[in-house]
């Protein structure tokens, strides 16, 4: 089993930029794929980006394609998003998760953080 914590969230003005980690305990974290969930206020949980054990396959929504980078350093256990020209509708708790299945199956994700809040003003 795999504990996740995220960090890196905060307050923003739009068209700024944040960097989301999330630090995985455990020694097989490149067993998992891992991934990037958001949820707003009233809202469902989605799916925001996926990355590949390796880290060379990569999945997002369309949403924030061409602005967030998900990326992975399996030494340091960590996975990372990075959201660039950040939107007001970017504004979420975010989620970190592991998969054994498929980086861009989302219902196979099993293992969740505890999330971090990410608001972006106008």
């Known amino acids: 089993q795999v504990q996740l914590v995220e960090s890196g969230g905060g307050l923003v003005q739009a068209g700024d930029s944040l960097r989301l980690s999330c630090a995985a305990s455990?020694?097989?974290?490149?067993?998992?794929?891992m991934g990037w969930f958001r949820q707003a206020p009233g809202k469902e949980r989605v799916f925001v980006a996926g990355i590949g054990r390796s880290g060379e396959n990569t999945y997002y929504a369309d949403s924030v394609k061409g602005r967030f980078t998900i990326s992975r350093d399996n030494a340091k256990n960590t996975v990372y998003l990075q959201m660039n020209s950040l939107k007001p509708e970017d504004t979420a708790v975010y989620y970190c998760?592991?998969?054994?299945?498929?980086?861009?199956?989302?219902?196979?994700?099993?293992?969740w953080g505890q999330g971090t809040q990410v608001t972006v003003s106008s």
């Open positions: 455990g020694r097989t974290f490149s067993s998992y794929a």
């Open positions: 998760a592991a998969s054994l299945g498929s980086y861009y199956v989302t219902y196979e994700y099993d293992y």
